[in-house]
Each structure stands twice: as structure tokens, then as C-alpha cells.
């Protein structure tokens, strides 16, 4: 990282973090057994208000077992939102089925409950909404539909770690919630992830299809085809320090965020990310919009020009439904979703994480405002 520059992520490990790795080395347990896992599932379980939680390599394998352990078949539809990351769509590939898009609801930027029953066939069997940018989807809304259509739910609660939805925390508020931990995730074990559950069968599927399978009662008998997905006591020590420190790093990207919006509220053309009155989002990375005409620059423009100044942002995810793996068959389907087009052309992602000080959102708030004149 140049002198100066600001990223627009960076991973937070001044707690134990460091203790805690060196403590799984000098124990030798650094493979998928160790004390750290145990600790890790029971701590994050009980945060997400669920029985167990089920650490595992990353996000998106996360998401496959979700998938299988919910009985999601080839053929079958999955409804998932257009403006999320690749892993929610390619995950339903793995099992055979086909995502198929629903627009968002411009009031969360999350699943529009409103817009699920046009998209539902014979062959759809479930629903991931996602937590986008760490705002919880309207899960009661979403639930609803599902139960009357028999539809079964997950979360990919990756980008929303500990947030709530009225009262009640992401990742507790469907069958299965995944999570990410990769390196710019609001906690972090560089790669990692988990599922947060309730149902005991399910949990007992799901940590079979975890370790290859294996039959826990009979060494080297496994009774169906499982994956090596598992998570090293490493990965949990990791996660253990940061868990240890969620308030601090949780308080201050709220703060970020707050000090964000106290600094560019003034700024014609720019707008937030809207916040539900039952929604306490998580802040991932700080969201913007960008209106062209109003600002004088288009969203790519105020990148380039924070770029150069050495403020290095994100646009928001191209729509799946652009990208070559699922546009032919969006386009076949007829899949419209204009306010996911909308917003992915107009949002920006400012930097966020919870070493970035005082100072610097001036700075970046100043070169926003600079871009302008
Ligand atoms: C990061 C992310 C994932 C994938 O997680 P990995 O740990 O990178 O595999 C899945 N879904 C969403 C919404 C994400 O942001």
C-alpha cells in the first residue's frame, strides 16, 4: 500500500488474534480438530440465536451445503437476488439448479417479497435472500411467501455479520444462514465460513456432507458423497480474537458509517443506502449513490477521480443477470429487473474498516466534494 493511500478494506487483527494462532501452532492442532473450532461454533451460535453453528472453509461452500442439506435437486429454481455477489448464483449451479432472478426492493436493496410470486414455477424449491451490503432482508415478508408455496430459505448473511432484523439477529432467521470470513468480511480468518442452524437432523446432514461424508459411528464407512469443506483450528483461533473484540469493531463502523454521512449529507447528487426502521444493518462497506446529472460526474467518473487521488472504492456487483454464466438464461426467462440495473450503474463503495480514522473520512468526504467543483 502506497504512503497515503487509502484501501477500501483491510482486515482488523490487533486483539488476540496473534496469540491465539501462535497458541493452535505450538499445540500442533492445526488441521480440522482443535479447541478453537468448538469454541469458535458454540460463540457464533449463540450470537446468531441459533443452536449450532458449523464452521467450514469459506462462503460459498457454505452456501452448497445449504443447499444440499435443505434437499435442493437438479432442475430445481432457486429465486436469489441479481445484485449480490457471483458465490450466491454459482452455488445453485453446483447442485444442479438454476437461480433465477428477482428484483430488489429499493427500500432495502435486498429481495423484493412483493416480486417472488411471479417467479415461481413447479421446479422452484427455495429462496436465498441476501443480507446485501450488511442491511437484513425483509425476512418475515420473504418467510411468508415461502411457507405458502413450500419453499424452503436460506440466508447469505455473509456481508451481514451480527446485524438484526427487529431485533432478532441475521443468520437465526431462516433453516440455514451462511457466512463468509474472507479477508475483507466484517470478521475475518482470511478465508473461512459458517452455517448457523436450529434443526438437529439437519445440522447431523450437514457435518456429514462437511467431512467426506463420513459415518461418525464407523471409521472409513461413508454413507453418502460429502466434501472436504471443512475449517482449520487456525481459521477458528482467528475467529475466536475477533469475536472476542465485536463490539469494538462493530461500534466503530458504526461510526465510520455515521461519520460518513454527517460529512457528504450535504452533497447534491449523492445519496445512502437507505435503512429499514426495523433494520440494524451491520455496515459492511459504506454505500453511495451516484446520480449523474445532479452530481456533474457519473459514478465511475468520482471513482476515477478519488483513484488518483489515492482512495480506492468499489463499484457496486455487476447484476448476475449481465454476467455470461446466467445472461442467456435470464434473458430466455425474461427475468426484469430494473432497480437492480439502476443501483448497480449509480453505487459506490467508500472505504470502510475500523483502523480508518477521523482524518481520513475528511479527507475522503473533501475529494468527494472537490469532485464536484
Ligand atoms: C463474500 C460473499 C460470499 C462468498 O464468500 P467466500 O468466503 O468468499 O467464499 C457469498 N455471498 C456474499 C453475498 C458475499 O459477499
Known sequence: MDVGRIPVAAPDLSGREEEYVLDAIRS???????????????????????????GVS?????????????GVRPGDEVLVPSLTFVATANAVRYVGAEPVFVDIDPATWCLDAGRLEDAITRRTTAI?????????????????????????VIEDAAEAHLASYKGRPTGGLAAVGTFSFYGNKIFTSGEGGALTLSDPA???????????????GRRYHFPVTGFNYRMTNIAAALLCAQLE???????????????YRRRLEGIAG???????????????????????????????????????????????????????????????????????????????????????????????AETVADAQR
Not at 473484540?245 to 461519520?259: D, K, S, V
Open 28 to 54: 500442533s492442532w492445526i488441521s480440522s480438530t482443535g479447541a478453537y473450532i468448538g469454541r469458535f461454533e458454540s460463540e457464533f451460535a449463540a450470537l446468531c440465536g441459533t443452536r449450532a453453528s458449523i
Open 58 to 70: 469459506n462462503g460459498t461452500v457454505a452456501l452448497h451445503l445449504a443447499l444440499l442439506g435443505l
Open 245 to 259: 473484540r465485536r463490539e469494538a469493531i462493530l461500534g466503530r463502523r458504526a461510526e465510520i458509517a455515521e461519520g
Open 202 to 216: 439437519l445440522e447431523l446432514r450437514l457435518r456429514t456432507l462437511r467431512g467426506q461424508g463420513v459415518d461418525p
Open 270 to 364: 449523492i445519496e445512502f443506502q437507505p435503512v429499514a426502521e426495523w433494520a440494524q444493518p451491520a455496515n459492511w462497506l459504506f454505500c453511495i449513490t451516484v446520480d449523474s446529472a445532479t452530481f456533474g460526474r457519473s459514478r465511475d467518473e468520482l471513482a476515477a477521480y478519488l483513484d488518483e487521488r489515492g482512495i480506492e472504492t468499489r463499484p457496486f456487483f455487476i447484476p448476475l443477470h449481465r454476467l455470461p454464466p446466467f445472461r442467456e438464461e435470464s434473458r430466455k426467462r425474461g427475468d426484469t429487473l430494473p432497480v437492480t440495473d439502476q443501483l448497480a450503474q449509480a453505487g459506490l463503495n467508500l472505504p470502510t474498516f475500523t483502523m480508518l480514522t477521523d482524518e481520513n473520512l475528511d479527507r475522503i
Open 128 to 152: 436465498i435472500a441476501v443480507h446485501l451490503y450488511g442491511h437484513p432482508a425483509d425476512m418475515d415478508a420473504i418467510s411468508h411467501v415461502a411457507a405458502v408455496h413450500g419453499l424452503s
